[in-house]
């Protein structure tokens, strides 16, 4: 479809463990963001990509969390040696630039479980 | 630093009836505000927003946003609610004086009766 993608939609794995978590932004979208919901508390900013490059990486929780974007495409985060606190619905979003006139599109997430 | 408050974590009203979902919202320049919609298991949907210009703004489905500048309140309003509507609203800020992240407010859970 033409929507932002994410995948895998759920994921479950043990504390401890490496994810990675993919988001293919819509074609033609400079922008692309992270965020991470949590039961209740509403949407969590982490990072954001203009092209290639993070100019805003301070919502990222800890240095367990890391994001690349290539080709000004798919943007994959990281989350090494999971904790139990991690588990959260991660979105991924996409906008055709940073400006104030560009709403962004949301993928339908990937559900993180830390067993 | 910005920031947004929806006062209410849910609001329940009957099939027909009007129906208002309140955001508040702080910045130190002028606002760019956003409304959101999340149907379950999916992710966020763009509803409508407010730049400049006329301070009522209509959108998708239906709804509308009025902009206060005086109250500082951008609430959600729709003249007729349908079931369908039941789903989680959310509203989001952007200061217009700087290059900053929107930020969402915790979202409200409206749930439209039949």
């Known amino acids: 479809g033409a929507g932002v993608s994410q995948s895998p939609s759920n994921k479950v794995t043990e504390k401890g463990k490496d994810v990675e978590l993919r988001c293919d932004p819509i074609?033609?979208?400079?922008?692309l963001y992270w965020y991470r919901q949590s039961l209740g508390q509403g949407l969590e900013f982490l990072i954001y990509?203009?092209?290639?490059?993070?100019?805003?990486k301070s919502g990222l929780p800890s240095d367990r969390f890391s994001a690349e974007r290539t080709g000004g495409s798919v943007s994959t985060l990281t989350i090494q040696r999971t904790q139990q606190e991690d588990s959260a619905v991660y979105l991924c979003?996409?906008?055709?630039?940073?400006?104030?006139?560009?709403?962004?599109?949301f993928g339908d997430g990937t559900r993180l479980s830390i067993l | 630093a910005q920031s947004v408050a929806q006062p209410e974590d849910q609001v329940n009203v009957a099939e027909g009836n009007p129906l208002t979902v309140k955001c508040t919202y702080s910045?130190?320049?002028?606002?760019?505000l956003f409304w959101y919609v999340q149907y379950p298991n999916r992710g966020l949907q763009f509803l409508l927003k407010?730049?400049?210009?006329?301070?009522l703004v209509k959108g998708s489905y239906g709804f509308e946003a009025e902009f206060n500048k005086s109250q500082t309140s951008f609430h959600l309003k729709k003249p007729s609610a349908l079931v369908s509507d039941s789903a989680l609203y959310f509203c989001?800020?952007?200061?217009?004086?700087?290059?900053?992240?929107?930020?969402f407010g915790k979202g409200t859970r409206l749930s439209v009766i039949a």
């Open positions: 979003a996409s906008s055709l630039g940073q400006g104030e006139n560009q709403p962004q599109h």
């Open positions: 074609s033609g979208h400079t922008a």
């Open positions: 990509f203009q092209g290639n490059s993070a100019p805003d």
């Open positions: 910045v130190s320049g002028n606002p760019y």
């Open positions: 407010y730049i400049t210009g006329d301070n």
């Open positions: 989001a800020v952007r200061d217009s004086s700087g290059n900053t992240p929107l930020v």
